[in-house]
């Protein structure tokens, strides 16, 4: 059965330093998503992206965070700056254009 | 704004009894509902979702939840539980009807097996 991927499955980070969260999204979904879960909280929207573009982002999802799809296959969230509190498992979801969104295992970003 | 709450953060059951998870959601409409299950460490698994139709509906690994419009809820349940089915369990409402809504998750109830 087709599933989401995410790489790498932990990081560690200074903060500060820039990191790329990469996510492949099943192949013939057209709907892609990031999540994040910090230790022991419920899973929040970051934000959601459609045909090459931000559908919807939340408040968290501010200018130290980008996504980008570069190559039709890949889909990344990039954190330009990050802080101590970045620190989170991060979540990728894909959708295909009916309602059930497939998450991936997730990366654990730690923010040293 | 949609929610979704969790009453319980944590259950404890013995193995062999009967489970059920709380959920109530906040929606205006009749909404889109979700179960999922985190394994410690692990992603996001889906259990069973609610769209429209019979308001039972069965899942996985035995599971089975009911939507209740009147009452506002969607609670998770399993005749008889296993070690194996410790874990965080997130009950969700999709934000709206097109593709590209978000998910809302509620807090998550913590699952403990007794042996």
């Known amino acids: 059965e087709p599933e989401v991927t995410q790489t790498p499955s932990h990081q560690v980070t200074q903060m500060g330093q820039e990191v790329i969260l990469r996510c492949v999204p099943i192949?013939?979904?057209?709907?892609f998503y990031w999540y994040r879960q910090i230790l022991g909280q419920k899973v929040e929207f970051l934000v959601s992206?459609?045909?090459?573009?931000?559908?919807?982002k939340s408040e968290i999802f501010d200018d130290q965070f980008s996504v980008e799809r570069p190559d039709g296959s890949n889909f990344t969230l990039k954190i330009r700056s990050t802080k101590l509190e970045d620190s989170a498992m991060y979540f990728c979801?894909?959708?295909?254009?009916?309602?059930?969104?497939?998450f991936g295992p997730g990366t654990r970003l730690l923010v040293l | 704004a949609q929610s979704v709450t969790q009453p319980d953060i944590h259950i404890t059951v013995s193995e062999g009894a009967s489970l059920e998870l709380r959920c109530n959601y906040s929606?205006?409409?009749?909404?889109?509902l979700f179960w999922y299950v985190q394994s410690p460490g692990q992603g996001l698994q889906l259990l069973l979702k609610y769209f429209s139709g019979d308001t039972l509906v069965q899942g996985i690994k035995g599971f089975e939840a009911e939507f209740k419009r009147s009452q506002s809820s969607f609670n998770l349940r399993k005749p008889s539980v296993h070690w194996s089915d410790a874990a965080e369990y997130f009950c969700?409402?999709?934000?709206?009807?097109?593709?590209?809504?978000?998910?809302?998750f509620g807090s998550g109830t913590r699952l403990s097996i007794r042996p």
């Open positions: 979801a894909s959708q295909q254009g009916g309602e059930t969104q497939y």
């Open positions: 969700a409402v999709a934000s709206g009807y097109s593709s590209a809504s978000k998910i809302i």
């Open positions: 192949s013939n979904h057209l709907y």
């Open positions: 992206f459609y045909n090459n573009e931000i559908s919807e």
């Open positions: 929606y205006g409409a009749t909404p889109y």
